[in-house]
């Protein structure tokens, strides 16, 4: 065992990567804290991320035997060696002396050749070794690398070069799902980006595992080839894509053109790893398509070359992660190259772009006259010269598109405000509907993928809502979290038919904020998967995820979704195979505005008996629902036993507002715990003067009190509650049943004491035995399960929109008071000090649920369902 446990220990995998984050951070931060010549936080992080990225590419390049010095191929560490123990003449700093001169004179330079090759015993040789010229933006000279007064000191690079470049087994190769190797591989570039560099948590972004990116680009492909393939039956192209068998394709020509042709992009790419996904997936079949029916000859490096060039587009706000998405698109490049000296890496700063994917106008199809058709054409066409060029032509490319880029956005496009990024420009070639410049048939992406982010509605401005508002109208309120309007942009974004395959928050299913996009979706869209993993952290923290892969097409009647809840995180890692196996088909109709649930079909067709059976809990109560008050300032207003006694001492008058008090986690099955607490109930309309014992209470709180918005525009006094509370005030003062916000089970209680409630609460202003013991049932609770959202621990959010739904039978006069006598036995069991007897109060329990079960004249099958559902 103690051996299993070294060589577990040995090989774990994501014990190297955390020490790696670790070590990784650690140096970053002491880099960045001795950079000098730089003010500005902002550049000093990008000059910091620059140099890193350069250096481990460097690192990583090293595998592959491209570099050396002194006949030594752990390049930079003997590179820092020859600088420390015999520096040349005139040097006196490492990255000024030897890696500027290795960036931009060795591996790029103005001339575009191999400099160390051609003078090999020169200044430069000596300085910097034999080193390749390598092009593709990442050693290309940019501003800060030229400001004068920037420089990095020599003890940044002896800590750098021990305890993380040379800390690590470094690979080239990026693991597959089900091929990790134990070392340092591109894909932790992305998570350390995503994770720890640039702090994207903070701004709702998270790193998608391997498994998760996989999987969906699968799914999106499948979609994207039954649509473009029809004569291939749908069974051979899943196995084409899953299993990467190409041998029972009929016309596998049209596939590989349908490859070809596909043009995906991630609106929100991050560091890449949708781009790397779906790079990894489009090479694998294409190899397959070569391996078993002799198509699409070539390298692994030219198919990756074309891809990049020919199908993958990327766009995110934030420079830092375009910058680590390109450098792993060039390592993911490198790997596959196989020779003595690598080709130039290629430009991918107009494929990989920066911009706000959201704030443009939706891409219209351009409909361009003939002459601007050939500005398209030639668009499209310099902007494929540019991925290849180097040197001057690079210069000259660069400036032609940009002059192109303007003509096209005078015709094509309106003002999008600052960093806005223009699709219908930008991606000219992608919404133009004519396939001689290179697109599809339609205009727009044949598929969207992405990981948006997890951005809530507090942290946007009334400036942003209003745009979303203005951009995606079908699917945005005001109430939304940001990837709302991501679902809107990919509606947008995609061509007639195209597939989105999304992973966001599983909230807008049944939020209310979400039920517009919930109705777009379902007229607009057909829906193919939904896999909602609740609360499990997927993403290392609680997210709520759930995928949906969706195409732009309307849907078919009888459609079905194939649906899945995913309670065990294990899972993640054989997505594929778990989802094959016990993933059900769900009727789209199922799927209503109020929520979608995801249920099993016996699961649906009992939910749609019970909603037969009798008039919703709304139409009861008529829609008589009240929240809990929103007191403005507990400290003011809720005092404990010990005030309100001086108070009543001090006063006697001040009992005239003095309300229980109820707080949601006072709330039980059946009862209430005693209140401890009290509710200072002050009107708008009060007279305070009258009161002053509680007026003096007040005024220890007067400057809160007084700085409420509401009492700042004159609202209501300083001393008062809003005077929303007293549109409903007499709902307390009855018999009512009160239930908590969020719970486990169904607790609902009965109050008889005129309590007043926080807004953790809901009140049910019909306190009748006999509507408690329906709501407190297990067929309630089996119901409220496959409506309410799950949150975190098990817990359920009981919002008013989902207990309105609960259908309440109309009994005959013996069946209610059978119901409503057993209720009564029940409060008086849990009427007392101390605890319930647990077994007298499972009898009656039982029994109450057995005829409640008869009311709702359910079947032993369906019965066992409902208690296997509720634990019971």
Request: charged letters at 25%.
């Amino acid at each position: 065992m103690a051996i299993q446990q070294r060589h577990d220990t040995a090989f774990d995998v994501e014990a190297v990567t955390r020490a790696f984050f670790t070590a990784y951070r650690q140096a970053f931060e002491r880099t960045e804290a001795l950079v000098e010549g730089l003010d500005d936080p902002e550049e000093v992080r990008l000059f910091t991320q620059r140099l890193f990225n350069r250096l481990l590419f460097i690192v990583f390049l090293e595998r592959k035997g491209w570099l050396r010095i002194a006949g030594r191929s752990d390049y930079l560490r003997a590179l820092w060696e020859s600088y420390c123990d015999a520096p040349l003449a005139g040097e006196t700093n490492f990255y000024a002396d030897r890696l500027k001169l290795l960036f931009f004179s060795g591996l790029n330079n103005p001339g575009s050749v191999d400099i160390t090759g051609i003078t090999a015993q020169g200044f430069l040789s000596a300085r910097i070794g034999q080193v390749p010229y390598l092009n593709g933006g990442l050693f290309e000279r940019e501003e800060l690398d030229d400001r004068t007064g920037v420089a990095v000191p020599d003890a940044t690079f002896a800590d750098l070069v021990t305890s993380l470049l040379y800390a690590y087994n470094f690979t080239v190769t990026e693991s597959t799902p089900l091929d990790v190797e134990v070392a340092v591989d591109p894909e932790m570039l992305g998570r350390i980006f995503e994770e720890l560099v640039t702090g994207r948590h903070e701004t709702g972004s998270y790193y998608t595992p391997k498994p998760i990116v996989a999987f969906m680009c699968r799914e999106a492909l499948k979609a994207h080839l039954r649509d473009t393939c029809p004569d291939e039956p749908p069974s051979v192209l899943a196995a084409f894509v899953e299993e990467r068998d190409a041998a029972e394709l009929r016309r596998p020509e049209g596939v590989l053109a349908a490859l070809r042709r596909v043009r995906v992009c991630d609106p929100a790419c991050g560091s890449g790893a949708y781009l790397l996904g779906m790079l990894h997936e489009l090479v694998a079949l294409r190899q397959a398509l070569f391996a078993s029916r002799a198509v699409d000859a070539g390298s692994t490096y030219a198919r990756k070359l074309e891809i990049i060039q020919q199908n993958l587009y990327g766009v995110d706000i934030d420079p830092f992660a375009v910058n680590i998405a390109r450098l792993r698109l060039w390592l993911s490049l490198m790997v596959d190259f196989e020779g003595a000296t690598p080709p130039p890496l290629p430009n991918l700063e107009f494929r990989i772009e920066v911009g706000d994917s959201l704030t443009a106008p939706a891409p219209a199809p351009l409909q361009p006259d003939l002459f601007r058709q050939q500005d398209v054409a030639r668009f499209f066409e310099l902007k494929g010269a540019f991925l290849r060029a180097h040197g001057p032509e690079k210069t000259q490319l660069r400036a032609e598109i940009g002059a192109l880029k303007a003509s096209i956005a005078a015709w094509a496009s309106e003002e999008s405000g600052a960093n806005a990024f223009d699709w219908a420009v930008d991606f000219a070639e992608v919404f133009t509907p004519h396939g001689d410049v290179g697109v599809p048939d339609a205009p727009g992406f044949d598929i969207i993928v992405a990981n948006p982010p997890y951005v809530r509605q507090e942290l946007q401005t009334p400036e942003q809502k209003a745009r979303y508002r203005q951009r995606y109208p079908e699917v945005y309120t005001g109430t939304a979290d940001l990837y709302i309007a991501f679902y809107g942009r990919a509606l947008q974004l995609l061509r007639r038919g195209g597939v989105a395959s999304f992973i966001t928050s599983n909230k807008w299913l049944r939020a209310g904020y979400g039920k517009k996009l919930r109705e777009h979706l379902a007229g607009s869209t057909t829906v193919d998967t939904i896999i909602d993993f609740g609360d499990l952290p997927v993403f290392g923290a609680i997210a709520y995820p759930q995928i949906i892969v969706f195409r732009r097409t309307v849907p078919p009647h009888g459609a079905t979704v194939r649906a899945l809840t995913v309670d065990d995180l294990s899972v993640v890692d054989r997505l594929g195979e778990v989802v094959a196996t016990e993933a059900w088909a769900q009727p789209s109709e199922s799927f209503r505005a109020d929520g979608w649930a995801l249920v099993r079909p016996a699961v649906s067709e009992l939910m749609a008996r019970i909603r037969k059976t009798g008039v919703s809990l709304a139409n009861l109560v008529g829609d008589r629902f009240y929240r809990g008050i929103v007191t403005g300032l507990n400290e003011a207003f809720v005092i404990d036993d010990a005030t309100r006694d001086r108070l009543c001492r001090e006063d006697p008058k001040s009992q005239d507002v003095l309300k229980p008090w109820l707080r949601g986690r006072d709330l039980h099955r059946w009862r209430a715990s005693k209140q401890q607490t009290h509710l200072l109930y002050i009107p708008w309309d009060c007279d305070i003067a009258t009161l002053p014992a509680v007026e003096a209470h007040l005024r220890q709180h007067y400057a809160a009190l007084a700085s409420r918005p509401e009492v700042k525009e004159g609202r209501f006094p300083w001393y008062s509650l809003s005077r929303y509370a007293a549109q409903y005030v007499d709902g307390f003062s009855h018999e009512k049943i009160i239930y908590p916000h969020f719970n486990i089970s169904v607790s609902f209680a009965l109050d008889v004491s005129g309590a007043y409630c926080n807004d953790k609460t809901y009140i049910v202003p019909d306190g009748t035995p006999y509507l408690l013991g329906l709501l407190n049932s297990r067929v309630v609770e089996f119901f409220l399960k496959q409506l309410c959202p799950s949150v975190q621990a098990g817990y359920m959010e009981f919002r008013t929109i989902y207990i309105g739904q609960v259908p309440i039978p109309d009994a005959s006069p013996a069946d209610r008071a059978a119901i409503e006598g057993l209720v009564r036995r029940l409060l008086d069991l849990h009427a007392g000090a101390e605890p319930p007897d647990p077994t007298a109060v499972a009898a009656l329990e039982a029994e109450l649920n057995a005829r409640v079960y008869a009311l709702y004249d359910l079947t032993p099958a369906e019965i066992a369902l409902i208690e296997e559902t509720t634990g019971g």
